[in-house]
DNA sequence: TTGTATGCGTTATCAG
DNA sequence: CTGATAACGCATACAA
């Protein structure tokens, strides 16, 4: 490993002037001695020492995401399709502009802040987090932060989200939904908090819009870790007579769902539709496809970074609440009850 | 931030023993400074700088984990279902203990080098990497490597492989094919290098054991990222008529082929049969359900850091080639062809 | 048992 | 245009 001290020791210069070289401040440095540092930089490949910049400077060029895991759904929650779409453009916007991304997926709030001061980490990506995290995080980490999927009240302290215009695709699924004549819709959610809460009230107003009410006892929701058990399933399997769609809060849910009811020999979307929402690679490998939500995952993670990107480099914007778009994805899990549609056509 | 200076300026005592305490070095610290000392670090919650330790210490605590992407399949490699699997165990692991950890996904082995040295990484994992990268980059970083799922020719430095029962696993699959009467049996693979010539070894050692031979034009290599293509899928949709099976060298693969043969009225498996290999969650999802060869990615992941851990403090070990055991997993998608088996067992 | 001094690799200040 | 020197936070050899 080659240090800037050995090509000044070698050139019999000082360190001062090799760092000028490396930083391309030139107007400061001869011609010829650029060249010559130069020249020896290159022969021998010299790489920075990043600690020893993060001590100097202050600042790391490590952009830290945090992820609260709920062991759930998946083992790890880096393996959920949604999370990995997510963290992988994360991870190739951070690159491109010449950062380094350390992640850090835990439920202990505290744990992350140690791991964040202890890099000195320059800017801080939140995914999943609480809203008391947050605020204990940043009573700690006071440099920039930018949020993905939260739903914090917003009033407390200013902050940057990145979300999702989940109400409006609740909203426009749910439509869809009415105007090919379903009436009886299950609505399927994790909890009632955050993304699927709001995803609700979306659903909730299209319903109003239309001139109809939610009833209550309609809004199932299942206990995140239960919905693989039986018994959870079973129950949904009982109140599915009731319904000729279930609409889920996610294509996860979605998707083990129909393979459990379609198992039992309910036919899909004949017997009951199904919605989802996230349009994940599953929605459309599993068959029939799913009728979803899409969003752009990719762009979700590219904002957070541009983001926060902004921040460090003190950019001025006003964006504090950024919504991605959503879109409507018709698929084959639905049923039309109206008889107006073609009938013949499968693949709209 | 509190520094261990201004704990010692506090205290009216020195950096030496305030370190000292840090290091539990509390052999050569009286008690009563001892609890003085802990009292503080824990008032104004003391957290090292990291920085400042690797440049002391010549370690950085920090694990590197190399992928190099093909962006073939998926928009980024970290969305692919069995990476993201694998990273999430090898991040699970690394925090555990006490590590850090830090993502390239690249495919650019100058760059990798780069990141590697700049932060001193004391250990690094390399997933996907070719030959001549991995000798590229050990002239460069000398510090322990382990590599996963790579077919380097052991020969030429000493190294640690985490691999799997590749082999074994298509062989144990043809058996199973062969057994069920089939005889024009398709081997799908992405390439001839690495896993996948592997993969078809066993395939081909399996026809050879029960006394048939491999016809060289049963081999379908698909070039990665032609798989979506209608082209490709459409000239494999042609040649399907030949064979009574296919032999994916993935679940991805199989799973794609699967709803474009279907929604295409192929009936499987009464038409053709399909397997895998992997055990991913979509084969779990996909209708009929796959049979597949499944392999513990969370095990490998865990297992390379091991390794690697052992490596970095110095604990002796022999193992070189760790082999990752293999399962046959009978699901839905194979036909039985001998009419021997019960007919009206459908999930066996 | 405690303190002093030095160095890790880099950047920044300031003087020449 | 160039260089000497201090500083970042920490660990450690050595002194006291």
Chains 1, 2 share one sequence.
């Not at 920075?48 to 490590?62: V, Y």
């Not at 995803?199 to 239309?210: C, I, P, V, W």
């Amino acid at each position: 490993m080659v240090t800037i001290k050995n090509i000044a020791d070698m050139l019999g210069i000082s360190t001062t002037t090799v760092s000028n070289v490396i930083h391309g401040k030139t107007g400061e440095v001869s011609q010829q001695t650029v060249e010559r540092v130069e020249k020896l930089l290159a022969k021998y490949d010299y790489v920075p020492n990043n600690s020893a910049r993060s001590l100097t400077q202050n600042r790391s060029n490590i952009i830290g995401l945090a992820l609260r895991g709920r062991k759930d759904k998946y083992e790890n929650i880096i393996a959920d399709p949604f999370f990995s779409e997510l963290i992988g453009s994360i991870e190739a916007k951070i690159r491109s502009q010449g950062y380094f991304m350390m992640i850090y997926s835990s439920d202990d709030i505290g744990e992350l802040i140690r791991n964040v001061l202890t890099w000195n980490v320059d800017g801080l990506i939140l995914i999943g987090m609480l809203h008391d995290d947050f605020i204990r995080l940043k009573s700690r980490y006071n440099k920039p932060t930018v949020l993905i999927d939260s739903y914090a009240p917003r009033d407390i302290m200013n902050y940057v989200n990145v979300g999702l215009e989940d109400e409006k695709g609740t909203y426009d699924m749910t439509c869809h939904l009415l105007k090919l004549g379903h009436r009886r819709i299950a609505f399927l959610a994790d909890n009632m908090e955050g993304v699927d809460y709001v995803r609700y009230l979306g659903h909730q107003k299209a319903f109003l819009d239309n001139g109809l009410k939610v009833r209550e006892e309609d809004l199932l929701i299942i206990r995140p870790g239960m919905l693989e058990r039986e018994s959870s399933m079973e129950e949904l399997y009982h109140r599915s007579k009731d319904y000729t769609a279930f609409m889920c809060c996610s294509d996860y849910y979605a998707v083990t769902l129909m393979n459990y009811f379609s198992d039992r020999g309910v036919k899909i979307p004949q017997d009951l539709s199904f919605t989802g929402f996230d349009d994940i690679l599953l929605a459309r490998v599993i068959r029939p496809a799913l009728t979803t939500v899409y969003q752009d995952i990719t762009k979700k993670g590219q904002l957070a970074v541009e983001y926060l990107l902004k921040m460090i480099h003190g950019i001025e914007f006003t964006e504090r609440d950024i919504k991605v778009p959503v879109e409507l994805v018709i698929r084959d899990s639905v049923k039309s009850l109206t008889k107006i549609e073609e009938p013949g056509l499968k693949n709209p």
